[in-house]
Each structure stands twice: as structure tokens, then as C-alpha cells.
């Protein structure tokens, strides 16, 4: 075979390709591709200049793309396809390294990240001292200058314990982010607040880089949760909306979800420690649904155990009457 797109039969309709590239300083060369049609998920990779298959799986349910600026972001396949599809995912990215010597770019990230010199539950600290101040941008790289407007996490140097973040020269702390009056008091669309039908309750829907201050207190949230790793992913705020729950006073939670023709795609649902135990999260996701969720469907990306059980528990994953399917999304790949 010459080229990926070769092996689909004449009549099969192709979802997306998508590229396995091997990055260098200067550039990227392809490596593999993961062709997607309608009813198939092929693995390719380049050997001696000709491509390889390494895997077919057959599909039970139509996966579809998600294109941000024109250029392809995921591809979704849905349960039951989604687990075999991602265990053959990791199959394929061993095969690949075996291969070639590369690495896998994630396990790159991974290998040269860094790890808190104290476990947070051990370092006792309480706020943030002028000789243990890490800064950060929203993708936690480490940038001790910055633009006044630009956003920046400060955290704990030896446990990476976020308090707080700067913007426009002044540091807010996670008391004031997650305040109501301060996200009140900003440059938030009225029309944004949701009425949920309870008494001290209320939600605002925070579109793609609406308020500045939702924003911060959204991306901070997203982040707390990643260290915690009680969320896979963090705040997209570019093109993901978020829907903050707002409880006495504060917000105590957040659910984010990004748009497509086929249904919104939930995205990462956290609740504050301690706020927990309440069933907030279901009640939470329920609210959603029922006040913004614009589709009668909905998909869930890359379900945890807890994202699971608050879905079982409303009835929402169930395969008769539920609203939701779960999905597993398959991205651009990159080895070094």
C-alpha cells in the first residue's frame, strides 16, 4: 500500500485520519496514521517507506471528528468500541517505539516533568511566602515574567499546592476566585447566571472566553483537579464551555463540555473537597442538563470511576432511556 488512504474500499466513507508524527526541533516528519471510517479503525505505520497495518478493529456505532480552527482535534468512538479501541491504541504506540526508538511524546512530558520535592499532604504549608513561589501558565510552564494581563497560576514550590493566580499585575487568592460577589462584580454577562429552582443555588454558563474572571476561576479549578488527578483533562477555555455551580456564596464545582452537530461532549466534572459527599455532583449534572444542555444526547469523554458513578447514578449511561454515551476520543499523536 502506498498511502494510508488506500486500504478503504471504494465505498467506505472515512471519518478522519488521524497523523502520527515523530516531532523534531526543526520540524516533523509522518510516521503512522489511524485511518477511521464509518466501520473501521485501522493503525498504520511507515517501515523502509512503505506503510504497515498493525491493527483493524471493527466498529459497532458511527464515530465522528471534532475540528478546532480547521484542524482535526479528536475523533470520538463510542462504547463498547471505545475501551478495545484505546487498549489497541496503547498496543500500537509500543509497536511503534519497539520500531523506530522513539518515544511516545506523552511519556516524553511524563519523563521530563517534574514531581513536587514534598508530597502536599506533607508540607504543611498554608500560604504562599515570597521564597516559595512558583508561577506558571495555564499550560504549567514555568514563566517568572510575563505580560500583566497574561494569566498565571502561583503555587507552592515544594509541593505545588495552588493559592492563587495573577493577571493584570495583582494576585487573587482561591478565597476570592471562587467568591460569587467577585464573580459577580466582573465583566459577567447577566444573561450568563442560570436559574436551577433551589434557594441559595445558581449556575453560570461561561461560553468560550466569556468572562475573564469565570474564566481564571474555571481554570484554576481545572487544575486543582489534574494534581489531584481526579480529572483527566483541564479547562479548554478557548472553545469549552463551563457550567459553575454556585452554592452560599461560592463555587463549588464545575462541569465543562464543548459543542458538535451530534450532541454536546462532557468534558471534565469536578466538585470541591469539601463540598463532597452530597450528591452535588449528580444534582450538578442533572441541572445541566436540564437548563443548557442544548441536545436531547449527550456524550461523556474518558469517564473516571467517579464521572461513571454520578452518570449511573442518575440514570444518564443507561442504554435504553439515558441521555448519555460514553466516548473515547482518539488525538494526534507525536513521538520523540
Known amino acids: 500500500m502506498s498511502t494510508a488512504e488506500d486500504i478503504l474500499k471504494d465505498d467506505e466513507a472515512q471519518i478522519a485520519e488521524v497523523p502520527v508524527e515523530h516531532r523534531e526541533q526543526f520540524g516533523s516528519n509522518r510516521i503512522g496514521s489511524v485511518v477511521v471510517s464509518e466501520n473501521r479503525v485501522i493503525f498504520l505505520y511507515l517501515t523502509g517507506g512503505s506503510w504497515t497495518q498493525f491493527a483493524e478493529y471493527e466498529l459497532s456505532s458511527t464515530p465522528f471528528a471534532q475540528h478546532q480552527d480547521g484542524e482535526l482535534y479528536s475523533v470520538f468512538i463510542p462504547a463498547p468500541d471505545g ?12 509497536e511503534i517505539e519497539h520500531e523506530t526508538g522513539l518515544s511516545y511524546f506523552m511519556d516524553v512530558l511524563e519523563t521530563s516533568g517534574r514531581e513536587p520535592a514534598v508530597n502536599p499532604d506533607d508540607c504543611g504549608c498554608s500560604r504562599i511566602s515570597s521564597n516559595k513561589v512558583l508561577v506558571e501558565d495555564e499550560n504549567m510552564e514555568l514563566s517568572e515574567y510575563f505580560d500583566e494581563h497574561e494569566f498565571r497560576f502561583v503555587s507552592c514550590k515544594e509541593c505545588f499546592k495552588i493559592y492563587g493566580r495573577y493577571r493584570e499585575g495583582k494576585k487573587a ?8 460577589d467577585w464573580l459577580l462584580g466582573g465583566d459577567l454577562d447577566v444573561n450568563s447566571i442560570i436559574e436551577v429552582g433551589q434557594q441559595d443555588i445558581f449556575a453560570i454558563h461561561h461560553p468560550p472566553n466569556g468572562s475573564v474572571r469565570t474564566q481564571d476561576a474555571v481554570l484554576t479549578l481545572s487544575h486543582i483537579g489534574n494534581r489531584s488527578s481526579e480529572i483527566i483533562s483541564t479547562y479548554k477555555h478557548e472553545y469549552q464551555h463551563a457550567f459553575c455551580y454556585i452554592q452560599d456564596g461560592e463555587m463549588i464545582g464545575y462541569l465543562s463540555w464543548e459543542e458538535h452537530d451530534r450532541g454536546a461532549i ?3 466534572l469536578y466538585i470541591r473537597e469539601k463540598y463532597r459527599g452530597n450528591g452535588l455532583a449528580s444534582t450538578l449534572v442533572s441541572d445541566w442538563y436540564k437548563t443548557v444542555c442544548d441536545s436531547d444526547q449527550y456524550f461523556a469523554d474518558e469517564l473516571t470511576d467517579g464521572g461513571r458513578a454520578v452518570l449511573d447514578s442518575i440514570g444518564h449511561l443507561d442504554l435504553d432511556s439515558g441521555p448519555a454515551r460514553e466516548v473515547y476520543s482518539l488525538t494526534p499523536m507525536a513521538f520523540g
Open 266 to 268: 462532557q468534558s471534565q
Open 83 to 94: 475501551k478495545h479501541v484505546s487498549e489497541l491504541k496503547s498496543e500500537y504506540i509500543s
Open 173 to 180: 487568592s482561591l478565597n476570592k476566585l471562587f467568591s460569587a
